[in-house]
C-alpha cells in the first residue's frame, strides 16, 4: 500500500445490508451443557473477517442462498441444506456470492481435540441410503454422522410428512440437543414427564427449541411438510441406530444412554 495515495472511504447507513451474527442460545442462557446456536447473515456480494471458537467445534447448515466458506487453506461452497464442519479454534471466513445472500446457520460444542474438516453436500446425503433412516411418516438424514470424527458434534436433517408425530417419545441422559425448524409448520413439545408437560409450542421456519438432558422432546407437523435441524452434544450416536425399539416403535416411550433402557 503506497502511504502517499488516500484510499476512498466508505459511508454504512444503519439501514445497509451488511454481514451479521445473531447469537439465539448458548450454556449461559438455555440449561445446556455444551451447546451454542446462532446464525449468520451473508448479503450479496458481502464478506466476513476471519471467525474461530477457541474452545468449541462448529457445524454451518446453510439455509438459504450460497456462500463461499474458507478454513484452512481450502474455500467449500455451501448451497441449499449443505453442512460444513469446521474443527476446534480453526479460523473462517463467509465469502457472499455476487448474485446470491446467504443464511447459514452455526451450531457449536466445546471440545478438545481438533478433527479434520467435513463438507456434507444435501445433494448427495438425500439420495444415500446408507445415510437415511427411514420411519413411520418421516425420513432422517445423517449429514454429520459418527463415521466423521468430532469430540462431541452430531447433525442431520429430519423431514416429517404432514399430520405425522414422534414416536415413541424419547429422552437421553447424554446427549443435548438443539432443534432448528427450517420449513412447515407444526409443533413440539419439551418434558421431564407427564405431569410437567408445559413446554408446549406452535413452531415455524427459524423457530428453535432447546432440549436440556433428561427431557422428552416429540415433534408434531400439520398440514405440510415439517422439516427440521437436529443437532446434539455428548456421546455420538443416533438414537435409532443405538435401538432398534426407536425404529419399530415397539415401545411407549424410550430413555437413551449408557445404562438406560426402554420402558
Known sequence: ?????????????????????????????????????????????????????????????????????????????????????????????????????????????TAEKRHPVHHSRWESIRQDEARIRHLDGKDVFLMFDVSEPADRLLAGYTIYQPHTRAWPPHNHTDQEEVYIFTQGHGSIEVYPDEEHKTFVHGVGPLDAATIPLLNYHPVFSQDEELHFIWCLAGARYWIGDKHQEFMDASVDQLTTGPDSGST
Not at 473462517?92 to 445472500?101: I, T
Open 1 to 109: 500500500m503506497n502511504a502517499s495515495t488516500p484510499l476512498p472511504a466508505h459511508l454504512l447507513r444503519a439501514a445497509d445490508s451488511v454481514f451479521q451474527y445473531t447469537e439465539k442460545c448458548s450454556p449461559a442462557t438455555s440449561n445446556l451443557n455444551w451447546l451454542t446456536y446462532g446464525w449468520y447473515r451473508i448479503p450479496v456480494g458481502g464478506a466476513s473477517g476471519q471467525l474461530g471458537h477457541a474452545n468449541e467445534e462448529t457445524l454451518l447448515f446453510c439455509l438459504r442462498g450460497s456462500v463461499r466458506v474458507e478454513v484452512a487453506g481450502q474455500t467449500y461452497r455451501l448451497g441449499y441444506y449443505d453442512t460444513l464442519y469446521v474443527p476446534l479454534a480453526t479460523p473462517y471466513r463467509f465469502v457472499g456470492e455476487a448474485d446470491s445472500g446467504a443464511l447459514v446457520v452455526a451450531c457449536r460444542a
